[in-house]
């Protein structure tokens, strides 16, 4: 079982949808979760970390935490084609930061 | 501040050589960790280092190892280059360990022919 699971997508969402994109983790020890953004060929952008359960909101973008069900989301509102891009879910495990394989994320106009 | 700086942006070595890559952390960070990244394998983390010690290893090969200097710039080295060693090679800062949040420098791109 991976450590950080997410699913590669691509997930295709029309403009002004909500994106929902989710990751499961395996280390129930975990305390700290990020979602990171990847836009082709750059690096990983930090959107949101979240640390307790229950919602965590910045803008447009909503992070989710569920650490009985050791489920993290990121809910995208009013998505702009702008957002599309790969989403990196991260969580601290073993003392480092461990990655998912990402989800695309397809916004069409 | 000034973000994470990485030198070179992009390197092209042949099989059997080695590479230096550079990384200066954001002003005040002490905590720098180097991640691969490929299409096939994903972000996959090589090592962290916290005040000029290597406190977190990843599961690479030796060839592949790194320092810390007492500025807390970092520099990774990868030896015997071999094809697959073909990546994005990215350096994140943190401000106290790898438990904090990391910011990414735009990575190095790395071409082995």
């Known amino acids: 079982q991976k450590e950080v699971e997410q699913n590669s997508g691509p997930l295709s969402v029309p403009e002004g949808a909500i994106a929902s994109l989710n990751c499961t983790y395996s280390?129930?020890?975990?305390?700290?979760f990020f979602w990171y953004r990847q836009y082709s060929g750059k690096s990983p952008e930090l959107i949101m970390s979240i640390y307790s359960n229950g919602d965590k909101e910045d803008g447009r973008f909503t992070a989710q935490l569920n650490k009985a069900s050791q489920y993290v989301s990121l809910l995208i509102r009013d998505s702009q084609p702008s957002d599309s891009a790969t989403y990196l879910c991260?969580?601290?495990?073993?003392?480092?930061?461990?990655f998912g394989a990402g989800t695309i994320l397809r916004v069409k106009s | 501040k000034a973000g994470v700086t990485q030198t070179p942006r992009y390197l092209i070595k042949t099989r059997g050589q080695q590479v230096t890559l550079s990384c200066s952390p954001i002003?005040?960070?002490?905590?720098v960790s180097w991640y691969q990244q490929t299409p096939g394998q994903g972000l996959q983390f090589l090592f962290e280092y916290f005040s000029e010690t290597q406190r977190n290893k990843g599961n690479f090969p030796g060839r592949f190892s790194g320092r810390q200097f007492s500025n807390s710039r970092s520099e990774m080295n990868v030896s015997t280059l071999e094809l697959g060693d073909s990546a994005l090679y990215l350096c994140?800062?943190?401000?106290?360990?790898?438990?904090?949040?990391?910011?990414f420098g735009p990575g190095t791109r790395l071409t082995v022919l």
């Open positions: 994140a800062s943190s401000s106290a360990d790898s438990t904090d949040t990391q910011y």
């Open positions: 280390d129930r020890g975990s305390q700290s």
């Open positions: 002003s005040g960070h002490r905590s």
């Open positions: 991260a969580v601290i495990g073993g003392n480092k930061l461990v």
